[in-house]
Antibody
């Protein structure tokens, strides 16, 4: 069974950094592109970043470009999101999601999410 | 403000049918596939429809999708109280080079 499990969320001060992880099981991470999608409290979904199956190509939303970095460790079957210069508006539940065709057209599996709170 | 426009809420009685519209533009829906997601309270989104009108295995045929021009529609028939959730449309936007989602529609089954 395909499963995605996020971790690494927590409370961080504005300007701080955090690294999120997404451990994949039931499939090989290199076979699919992956994305991070976030949801601020009481708000809708916002796509944040994506990485190709091979890891060579990355994409970012304008709101996080230059501050966030997506990567993957294929030996650990784990996806990461390094978040720097965090702001209050980055407060959200962060989901990792599997992109089976790699075209950023749809996400067929989602993790349960990890909450990031940016506050002093 | 989302590039994809959805009604904030819809409601219908159990057993009835409801449709949820998603309006976009030529830079997103008009030239790309649309997907739909169901998010039950306190849970992660779940894929309901991809490629405008295809259902993943395990999704009942009560759920359907369609697209025409720059708009897409999710249909749900035979409503169940368990269908109460938020529903989101999503697609690629070529102008932003980003995935975009609608603002979400809260379905209430009265």
């Amino acid at each position: 069974e395909v499963q995605l499990l996020e971790s690494g969320g927590g409370l961080v001060q504005p300007g701080g950094s955090l690294r999120l992880s997404c451990a994949a099981s039931g499939f090989t991470l290199t076979s699919d592109a992956m994305s991070w999608v976030r949801q601020a409290p009481g708000k809708g979904l916002e796509w944040v970043s994506a990485i190709s199956g091979g890891g060579a190509t990355t994409y970012y939303a304008e709101s996080v470009k230059g501050r966030f970095s997506i990567s993957r460790d294929n030996s650990k079957n784990t996806l990461y999101l390094q978040m720097n210069s965090l702001r209050g508006e980055d407060t959200a539940v962060y989901f990792c999601a599997k992109d089976p065709r790699g075209g950023l057209e749809f996400f067929d599996k989602w993790g349960r999410g990890t909450l990031v709170t940016v506050s002093s | 403000q989302s590039l994809l426009t959805q009604p904030p809420s819809v409601s219908a009685a159990p057993g009835q049918k409801v449709t949820i519209a998603c309006s976009g533009s030529s830079s997103n829906i008009g030239n790309n596939y649309v997907s739909w997601y169901q998010q039950l309270p306190g849970t992660a989104p779940k894929l309901l429809i991809y490629d405008n009108d295809k259902r993943p295995s395990g999704i009942p045929d009560r759920f359907s999708g369609s697209k025409s021009g720059t708009s897409a529609t999710l249909g749900i028939t035979g409503l169940l109280t368990g269908d109460e959730a938020d529903y989101y449309c999503g697609t690629w936007d070529r102008s932003l080079s980003a995935v975009v989602f609608g603002g979400g529609t809260k379905l209430t089954v009265l």
